[in-house]
T-cell receptor
Framework: EAGVAQSPRYKIIEKRQSVAFWCNPI?????LYWYQQILGQGPKLLIQ????????DSQLPKDRFSAERLKGVDSTLKIQPAKLEDSAVYLC??????????????FGPGTRLTVL | KNEVEQSPQNLTAQEGEFITINCSYS?????LHWLQQHPGGGIVSLFM???GKKKHGRLIATINIQEKHSSLHITASHPRDSAVYIC??????????FGQGTRLTINP
């Protein structure tokens, strides 16, 4: 079974530029998560989708971050404009069904963003 | 104070030693997860616990709901166990809250 795919793996941009990350979850997984992991810290949830609807985006800095999952499968996370403090690893995860014993999350390899 | 606290933050040990990593949380939870993160960012789920104890190979995870505490043990540690171990709890609204991680280094 293929895992969660993310691209790109690495991205270096200058502050005030825009960047987009892509995630393809495990086939059939209804729930998709985007996390931000700053160096030395645990992941922080940015946004959670159930199919193509947003379940939780309370920690998403909506003035600069946006995410979509239009067809309930792939998702993109965008930052516009980027700030220095956005340098982090952006992790995508998916799970079969939220709120059940099948909600073990499977993580992608992450995208390491460096903002200069 | 963070909702999930792990200790120690860093741990270095010799191959073969028995390892214990602790996780304390301050909120009501429905489940607790132990995750392993290798250099490069990939995260693997090791255990999901809601009570008692689980064992998988050399790894053992325990949870005490009354004391809001969980431990991850590694027996006969090996250099390939070197990684960051993260505790995460599923609280209200089914959201996962993560600890800051414990960086484990096992020297040969």
């Amino acid at each position: 079974e293929a895992g969660v795919a993310q691209s790109p793996r690495y991205k270096i941009i200058e502050k005030r530029q825009s960047v987009a990350f892509w995630c393809n979850p495990i086939s059939g997984h209804a729930t998709l998560y985007w996390y931000q992991q700053i160096l030395g810290q645990g992941p922080k949830l940015l946004i959670q989708f159930q199919n193509n609807g947003v379940v939780d985006d309370s920690q998403l800095p909506k003035d600069r971050f946006s995410a979509e999952r239009l067809k309930g499968v792939d998702s993109t996370l965008k930052i516009q404009p980027a700030k220095l403090e956005d340098s982090a690893v952006y992790l995508c995860a998916s799970s079969l069904r939220l709120g059940t014993s099948a909600d073990t999350q499977y993580f992608g390899p992450g995208t390491r963003l460096t903002v200069l | 104070k963070n909702e999930v606290e792990q200790s120690p933050q860093n741990l270095t040990a010799q191959e073969g030693e028995f390892i214990t990593i602790n996780c304390s949380y301050s909120v009501g939870i429905s489940a607790l997860h132990w995750l392993q993160q290798h250099p490069g960012g990939g995260i693997v789920s090791l255990f999901m616990l809601s009570s008692g104890k689980k064992k998988h190979g050399r790894l053992i995870a325990t949870i005490n709901i009354q004391e809001k505490h969980s431990s991850l043990h590694i027996t006969a540690s090996h250099p390939r166990d070197s990684a960051v171990y993260i505790c995460a709890v599923r609280g209200g609204a089914q959201k996962l809250v993560f600890g800051q991680g414990t960086r484990l280094t096992i020297n040969p």
